[in-house]
């Protein structure tokens, strides 16, 4: 059964700081990874979409990177600001097109 | 924890059909979710939010007459695809908030193909 952790589960760090989320999946036989935020009571974001042929996806100050063979995706957040406080979500989809979500980083861009 | 159904998981239908799809959150009260779909290669994209006892909040480019949104109770969101095309056949799934707001329990999907 297709799992997929994010670590941390919260992330506290002052502005200004590049920071790294994680996300690991047990299944290698990926379709695609995507990077999600979700702010209360909202719907969810799309960042960034990875493809399974693709190694990793840039969109401003964020950046997706997709290792099959470990079987991790990394979203890495430069120059973070309080704006990009929220709960940043990965979710697997694999060879049958099914997805699989993460429980998600909080994370909170102090001031 | 939380569950969230969708009905039906599979639906195939002929060009010009309403289609509807059903999203129930089993062991909470949603007053809020979420509509989603998915097409080939591309991203989950979110495409309305549904509140319970009023309409639906859509976003950009996504028709209100055409995806029709009714959250009629606090368990039961549904969206109707009206005169559907084949251009409409794609991956819809549903969300509900939970645990206070801040967790989000997603249905498993639902497979719409219009012939």
């Known amino acids: 059964k297709q799992e997929v952790t994010q670590i941390p589960a919260a992330l506290s760090v002052p502005e200004g700081e590049n920071l790294v989320l994680n996300c690991s999946f047990t299944?290698?036989?990926?379709?695609?990874l995507q990077w999600f935020r979700q702010d209360p009571g909202k719907g969810l974001t799309s960042l960034l979409l990875i493809q399974s042929s693709q190694r990793e996806q840039t969109s401003g100050r964020l950046n997706a990177s997709l290792d099959k063979s470990s079987g991790r995706s990394t979203l890495y957040i430069a120059a973070s600001q309080p704006g990009d406080s929220a709960t940043y979500l990965c979710?697997?989809?694999?060879?049958?097109?099914?997805?699989?979500f993460g429980k998600g980083t909080k994370l909170t861009v102090n001031p | 924890g939380a569950v969230v159904s969708q009905h039906p998981s599979w639906v195939i239908c002929k060009s010009g059909t309403s289609v509807k799809i059903e999203c129930r959150s089993l062991?909470?009260?949603?007053?809020?979710m979420f509509w989603y779909r998915q097409f080939p290669k591309q991203s989950l994209m979110l495409m309305a939010t549904s509140n319970e006892g009023s309409k639906a909040t859509y976003e950009q480019g996504v028709e209100k007459d055409k995806f029709l949104i009714n959250h009629a109770s606090l368990t039961l969101s549904t969206l109707t695809v009206t005169s559907a095309h084949p251009e409409d056949s794609s991956f819809y799934i549903c969300?509900?908030?939970?645990?206070?707001?801040?967790?989000?329990?997603f249905g498993p999907g639902t497979r719409l193909l219009v012939l």
């Open positions: 979710i697997f989809q694999g060879g049958s097109e099914k997805l699989v």
């Open positions: 299944d290698s036989a990926i379709y695609n």
């Open positions: 969300s509900a908030p939970g645990g206070g707001g801040e967790t989000q329990y």
């Open positions: 062991d909470f009260q949603a007053t809020t």
